[in-house]
């Protein structure tokens, strides 16, 4: 007999059979009855319709850091309010924590400990470090598993520096070296004429456009954007081959990764003359200017 997904049996000694719901990320329950009878089915629905554990679940101690960053990977703030790329960046600095600290109580987290850390960072890591703690901390204020946030009033140190926005002259130079038609020159119009990241432009292509209308949606904010489609853009997007969907690829015709972007946009800047501040920025506050 064929049982229902994630439906596992064991035999005991007298020969009698005990079903089990196994999934992955759900509690474990036993299940009455026969296979596919009332009693079981309806206790396998109810374990279809229960809540996931949150990560890390099972080896937290309650009132831990480590129980505190279960429950706020399963809150609607991680779950619903980031982008996949800002989970990954996020769950990349809170396991690091978790590792070295999972076991200390969350509730005696102090203001001096978050400081002597971000000291022992560079200001990038930092950055990213202190905005993982605040949203961590942020909830569990909410649940009162901390009495207040020991992150106010923490200020990061300068960078030291500003992003670099390319100049007319700048432009003019890459423009001179790539002219319309080329791969690179495509690029720089993406990046010139919509303002949008790296991660966005790469992956703009025929189907976004409608009635002259770039529909957008940003892969960090989630946010939805309808931008006009600049006339000079409209003439280096000519140069597309028209079975070409995806606007940006490869030698090979084949989407490009993000680093590998970046790789390839820096070697035809180099071959421009232009100097190391010259890049396609990851924001969308980034190097180039939205317009001429």
Same mark, same amino acid.
């Given at each position: 007999?064929?049982?229902?997904?994630?439906?596992?049996?064991?035999?005991?000694?007298?020969?009698?059979?005990?079903?089990?719901?196994?999934?992955?990320?759900?509690?474990?329950?036993?299940?009455?009855?026969?296979?596919?009878?009332?009693?079981?089915?309806?206790?396998?629905?109810? @374990?279809?319709?229960? =809540?996931?554990? +949150? /990560? %890390?679940? *099972?080896?937290?101690?309650?009132?831990? #850091?480590?129980?505190?960053?279960?429950?706020?990977?399963?809150?609607?703030?991680?779950?619903?309010?980031?982008?996949?790329?800002?989970?990954?960046?996020?769950?990349?600095?809170?396991?690091?924590?978790?590792?070295?600290?999972?076991?200390?109580?969350?509730?005696?987290?102090?203001?001096?400990?978050?400081?002597?850390?971000?000291?022992?960072?560079?200001?990038?890591?930092?950055?990213?470090?202190?905005?993982?703690?605040?949203?961590?901390?942020?909830?569990?204020?909410?649940?009162?598993?901390?009495?207040?946030?020991?992150?106010?009033?923490?200020?990061?140190?300068?960078?030291?520096?500003?992003?670099?926005?390319?100049?007319?002259?700048?432009? @003019?130079?890459?423009? =001179?070296?790539? +002219? /319309? %038609?080329? *791969?690179?020159?495509?690029?720089?119009? #993406?990046?010139?004429?919509?303002?949008?990241?790296?991660?966005?432009?790469?992956?703009?292509?025929?189907?976004?456009?409608?009635?002259?209308?770039?529909?957008?949606?940003?892969?960090?904010?989630?946010?939805?954007?309808?931008?006009?489609?600049?006339?000079?853009?409209?003439?280096?997007?000519?140069?597309?081959?028209?079975?070409?969907?995806?606007?940006?690829?490869?030698?090979?015709?084949?989407?490009?990764?993000?680093?590998?972007?970046?790789?390839?946009?820096?070697?035809?800047?180099?071959?421009?003359?232009?100097?190391?501040?010259?890049?396609?920025?990851?924001?969308?506050?980034?190097?180039?200017?939205?317009?001429?």
């Amino acid at each position: 007999m064929k049982l229902p997904k994630y439906v596992q049996a064991w035999v005991d000694r007298e020969g009698r059979a005990h079903h089990y719901f196994r999934r992955a990320g759900y509690p474990r329950t036993r299940l009455p009855g026969l296979p596919w009878s009332p009693p079981f089915m309806a206790a396998y629905q109810s @374990a279809l319709d229960s =809540a996931a554990e +949150p /990560i %890390g679940a *099972r080896r937290s101690k309650p009132g831990s #850091l480590s129980a505190a960053i279960a429950s706020y990977y399963s809150s609607q703030a991680f779950v619903k309010g980031l982008a996949p790329s800002s989970q990954q960046v996020r769950k990349a600095v809170l396991e690091a924590f978790r590792r070295d600290h999972g076991n200390k109580p969350i509730a005696l987290l102090p203001k001096k400990f978050i400081v002597a850390m971000l000291d022992s960072m560079s200001p990038t890591a930092g950055k990213n470090w202190l905005k993982a703690i605040r949203a961590l901390v942020t909830h569990c204020v909410k649940l009162d598993m901390l009495r207040e946030d020991p992150t106010l009033g923490i200020r990061l140190r300068s960078t030291g520096g500003e992003v670099h926005t390319w100049s007319e002259d700048e432009i @003019a130079a890459f423009e =001179a070296v790539h +002219p /319309i %038609g080329s *791969r690179e020159r495509l690029a720089l119009a #993406l990046g010139l004429y919509t303002g949008q990241r790296r991660g966005d432009v790469i992956k703009m292509g025929r189907q976004h456009v409608r009635d002259g209308v770039l529909h957008v949606k940003q892969e960090k904010t989630g946010k939805v954007l309808a931008i006009p489609v600049h006339s000079e853009l409209v003439a280096v997007l000519a140069t597309v081959p028209p079975t070409q969907m995806t606007f940006l690829t490869t030698q090979y015709g084949k989407p490009f990764a993000g680093k590998s972007f970046t790789m390839w946009f820096g070697e035809a800047c180099d071959k421009a003359e232009l100097g190391a501040k010259c890049t396609f920025h990851g924001s969308a506050q980034g190097s180039m200017p939205k317009t001429r």
